[in-house]
């Protein structure tokens, strides 16, 4: 199984699941323009794609993803309150789920788990070809007893480290936004990542990417600092999955 992220970030993001059989898309917050721009880099067609599945309505995770499926007929999967929001348009298939249960696309097993942020029915994944485990978290305001239990035991692991704390608070944003951002529905912070870490199992984790950074209130060295000292590992094994360039091929063996 292999992941490739093609942006991370408030301006648009979108991740690439691929087994021998499948390809998926989570989420698409970019044109359909750039999205096959940076589709390109990773060899991958648009036509290719065997689904796009969706975590929540924000702007950043689903503006490309209506006009692409429509584009290139691909169904869609997401919970009825992320469809609620009516933001994707019509759409050539779509395929509800339950953020409590697992469905398959393909060879790909994908179990959903709910999160607390600030969206109609937000959702996130562990995607699995049967030998091994892909968990996302992204957008999840705090940590739950449910999602450690869920993400515990991966071999890989996406998670968001939006902001630093001090930054945040020191930051341009208004006072009500900053309240949004760092409260217990909007992002996690890199210390809260570096305290998930610390919670769960990570003995047979292969890669750790940090997501979802603030370009205004993180930086890299923060993320990894937060992660190698939850881990007790190199700075250079954690991976970033950037906005401009997001995350080369990673293979999960």
Same mark, same amino acid.
């Given at each position: 199984?292999?992941?490739?992220?093609?942006?991370? *970030?408030?301006?648009?993001? =979108?991740? &690439?699941?691929? #087994?021998?059989?499948?390809? $998926?898309?989570?989420?698409?917050?970019? /044109?359909?323009?750039?999205?096959?721009?940076?589709?390109?880099?990773?060899?991958?067609?648009?036509?290719?794609?065997?689904?796009?599945?969706?975590?929540?309505?924000?702007?950043?995770?689903?503006?490309?993803?209506?006009?692409?499926?429509?584009?290139?007929?691909?169904?869609?999967?997401?919970?009825?309150?992320?469809?609620?929001?009516?933001?994707?348009?019509?759409?050539?298939?779509?395929?509800?789920?339950?953020?409590?249960?697992?469905?398959?696309?393909?060879?790909?097993?994908?179990?959903?788990?709910?999160?607390?942020?600030?969206?109609?029915?937000?959702?996130?994944?562990?995607?699995?070809? *049967?030998?091994?485990?892909? =968990?996302? &978290?992204?957008? #999840?305001?705090?940590?739950? $007893?449910?999602?450690?239990?869920?993400? /515990?035991?991966?071999?890989?692991?996406?998670?968001?480290?939006?902001?630093?704390?001090?930054?945040?608070?020191?930051?341009?944003?208004?006072?009500?936004?900053?309240?949004?951002?760092?409260?217990?529905?909007?992002?996690?912070?890199?210390?809260?990542?570096?305290?998930?870490?610390?919670?769960?199992?990570?003995?047979?984790?292969?890669?750790?990417?940090?997501?979802?950074?603030?370009?205004?209130?993180?930086?890299?060295?923060?993320?990894?600092?937060?992660?190698?000292?939850?881990?007790?590992?190199?700075?250079?094994?954690?991976?970033?999955?950037?906005?401009?360039?997001?995350?080369?091929?990673?293979?999960?063996?």
């Amino acid at each position: 199984m292999q992941f490739a992220s093609l942006g991370s *970030g408030s301006r648009g993001n =979108a991740l &690439l699941i691929k #087994t021998k059989q499948t390809c $998926v898309m989570l989420d698409n917050g970019f /044109s359909v323009r750039e999205t096959e721009r940076r589709l390109a880099r990773f060899n991958v067609s648009a036509d290719t794609l065997n689904a796009i599945v969706v975590t929540h309505e924000h702007a950043d995770h689903i503006n490309g993803v209506g006009v692409l499926a429509r584009k290139f007929n691909i169904p869609v999967y997401a919970t009825r309150g992320t469809l609620m929001a009516k933001r994707l348009g019509e759409l050539p298939v779509t395929n509800y789920i339950n953020n409590h249960a697992a469905f398959e696309i393909e060879d790909l097993h994908i179990q959903g788990f709910p999160v607390p942020h600030d969206a109609r029915e937000p959702c996130q994944f562990v995607f699995s070809d *049967g030998k091994c485990r892909l =968990a996302v &978290l992204t957008d #999840t305001g705090r940590s739950t $007893v449910h999602i450690e239990a869920q993400i /515990s035991s991966c071999d890989a692991l996406i998670l968001e480290c939006n902001h630093d704390i001090d930054l945040l608070q020191q930051g341009v944003y208004p006072y009500s936004v900053k309240q949004r951002v760092g409260g217990e529905y909007g992002h996690l912070n890199n210390r809260q990542a570096a305290d998930i870490l610390m919670a769960i199992d990570t003995s047979r984790l292969q890669h750790i990417v940090a997501a979802h950074l603030s370009e205004k209130h993180n930086e890299i060295a923060l993320a990894k600092n937060a992660i190698s000292g939850a881990l007790g590992c190199e700075q250079d094994w954690i991976g970033i999955a950037d906005q401009d360039h997001g995350l080369a091929w990673r293979e999960i063996c």
